[in-house]
């Protein structure tokens, strides 16, 4: 059963630190493209970063770029995010995602979507 698991959320003054992890579960890591979106109350959910399989190329959002940084750890199955220098407005729920059919990013498609885990950025 494909399962990911996010982690790592919680509340930070702003110019804080948080790292996020999303665990997989049910399929090799490294043959996938994973992503991170994030949604806040009112907003549509946006597309963060992106890290591919084949070649460990990123993308990230050109608001993130500088202060966000992806990677992944294929031995412990996990992609990280982490996220620096944050601003009230990267408050969100935060997802990790599976590409559909793609191992490189960005991909226009994903089909496996994590619970999420809150970030909340305030003083």
């Known amino acids: 059963q494909v399962q990911l698991v996010e982690s790592g959320g919680g509340l930070v003054q702003p110019g804080g630190s948080l790292r996020l992890s999303c665990a997989a579960s049910?399929?090799?890591?490294?043959?996938?493209?994973i992503g991170w979106f994030r949604q806040a109350p009112g907003k549509e959910r946006e597309g963060v970063s992106c890290?591919?399989?084949?070649?460990?190329?990123?993308y990230y959002k050109d608001s993130v770029k500088g202060r966000f940084t992806i990677s992944r750890d294929n031995a412990k199955n996990t992609v990280y995010l982490q996220m620096n220098s944050l601003k009230p407005e990267d408050t969100a729920l935060y997802y990790c995602?599976?590409?559909?059919?793609?191992?490189?990013?960005?991909?226009?498609?994903?089909?496996?979507w994590g619970q999420g885990t809150q970030v909340t950025v305030s003083s």
């Open positions: 995602v599976r590409a559909y059919g793609s191992m490189l990013c960005p991909v226009r498609e994903y089909d496996y």
């Open positions: 049910g399929f090799t890591l490294d043959y996938y493209a």
């Open positions: 890290i591919s399989s084949s070649d460990g190329s990123t």
